[in-house]
């Protein structure tokens, strides 16, 4: 890899010094030496800059990374980043950075000797939309309630679907928004919602609605999923195969009709919706241009990541129980395993998701946070990156890649988003120190956070 990344859409392709050669002259006579001046070598043009970068992490190249390459975020030391209208213009060492880049009069600089610089984290899985609270079932789970007994009981997700469904729009919004800042100053850019909260048609929408608002006003970019097999509605509990045909056939399509969502997702769980119900689900949104992902395999294996395989998901999520032909069907079929240790952590599960297995098996790991109501709500990337390595056995570097290009890829960003590379969003996260302090748990070690070339959060 060059020293450098270059983009300028202007850009000349010239030498760097001057060529000489000889030719005949055109009347017969003797040799005449032909000296070419020199070119000015092309400018990169750029408004915002950070230059003498610490330890520069651009998570750069080829998406996903799988197997041993889940570990290749090389550091590149007194680095330089630059963008221009937003875009990254150049993203290497800091010696090319005078030479190549041009900056415009009102360019904002950063010096960037106290920090390292990494991609904006992309959260590939939150239930960040919802209403009501549920911090009575935190005492109980402390006390040594499952997460069975007490949704059993009428609280988890049942309870959250009460208050979500009696919520207005704008009520979703305003409390909405106050979550999405907290992952904004976790160094989250990019974050994915799902809705899953209503269970019948008008409430579903209405979650899609507010993100859809949100999308349009918040800094973070934000990717909605359409969740309506969240779990199955007390008034559907003695007819359940009613409410599978109501999300395939009136849902799905109604989502579709207003552009309210990219993905479908569906909680494949024992209990909850099976094998073929989960299935037939992503089948009816792929037929509706609803591209597919899953919740699988999270209390026990429900054979969510063999569906996963068998629709062609993009990501099959949680997998903290899941099979060895889980894994084996995951890596045949190119199925991204989006691991959410927040959630094992808070449910108290005993287990985390089997990470190594995963990588050994060449199944591209991302991670999320699982922000939801009940299962834990921590917005911090950092924190799953943490106990990323921590339980999971992860490197900081494949934790990283992770909590980057590899959720990217999962959301179908990667294009975008992920990596600090030329053409993609100047999406960026200052750390103090080395990039590797943000695997603590305690005080922050981020100081700003960048979106699309403007400092969104902090100083620096």
């Given amino acids: ?133 549920r911090g009575d079932e935190l005492r109980r789970r402390l ?74 006003s918040h800094s973070m970019d934000l990717v909605a999923t359409f969740l309506g097999a969240h779990e199955v509605p007390g008034e559907y509990r003695a007819r359940r195969d009613e409410y599978v045909t109501l999300v395939a056939r009136e849902m799905v399509p109604a989502v579709a009709a207003e552009r309210l969502a990219e993905w479908c997702d569906v909680f494949c769980e024992t209990g909850v919706f099976t094998p073929d119900e989960s299935a037939r689900v992503l089948e009816a949104g792929i037929a509706r241009g609803l591209k597919p992902r899953i919740h699988a395999d999270e209390l026990g294996p429900s054979g969510g990541s063999l569906v996963a395989a068998r629709v062609g998901a993009r990501s099959a999520d949680h997998l903290i129980f899941v099979p060895e032909e889980g894994i084996a069907a995951m890596a045949r079929a190119n199925v991204a395993a989006t691991l959410l240790p927040n959630a094992a952590f808070y449910l108290k599960l005993g287990r985390f998701a089997p990470a190594r297995d995963l990588i050994r098996a060449g199944v591209p790991v991302a991670l999320a946070t699982d922000v939801n109501p009940g299962g834990g709500f921590s917005p911090s990337m950092p924190f799953a990156m943490t106990l990323a390595c921590f339980a999971m056995g992860l490197t900081f570097e494949e934790a990283l890649v992770g909590a980057t290009i590899n959720a990217a890829w999962s959301l179908d960003r990667h294009d975008e988003i992920g990596s600090l590379e030329p053409g993609k969003q100047m999406d960026a996260v200052l750390v103090a120190g080395d990039a590797i302090d943000l695997i603590r748990v305690g005080a922050a070690s981020i100081r700003a956070v960048v979106k699309r070339g403007t400092i969104v959060w902090g100083n620096a």
């Fill in 143 to 216: 006390a040594g309630a499952t997460y069975a007994q007490i949704a059993a009981e009428g609280g988890g997700i049942v309870s959250t679907v009460r208050a979500t469904r009696a919520a207005s729009r704008e009520e979703l919004v305003a409390a909405t928004r106050g979550r999405l800042d907290e992952m904004l100053a976790c160094g989250t850019t990019t974050a994915e919602i799902k809705s899953g909260y209503g269970l019948e048609l008008e409430s579903e929408l209405k979650m899609l609605r507010a993100v859809a608002e949100l999308s349009r």
């Fill in 1 to 133: 890899m060059p020293a450098a990344q270059r983009h300028d859409p202007e850009r000349r392709k010239v030498p760097r010094q001057a060529r000489r050669h000889r030719r005949r002259s055109g009347d017969g006579g003797g040799e005449v030496t032909v000296r070419h001046l020199p070119f000015v070598f092309a400018v990169i043009r750029a408004d915002f800059a950070i230059r003498h970068i610490r330890q520069l992490v651009a998570c750069a190249g080829p998406a996903p990374r799988r197997g041993a390459a889940q570990a290749d975020a090389p550091i590149v030391a007194d680095g330089a980043l630059a963008s221009l209208d937003g875009r990254i213009a150049f993203s290497g060492a800091d010696r090319d950075f005078a030479r190549d880049v041009q900056l415009a009069g009102d360019a904002r600089i950063i010096d960037g000797r106290p920090f390292s610089v990494v991609p904006g984290f992309v959260d590939a899985h939150t239930h960040a939309v919802f209403a009501g609270d």
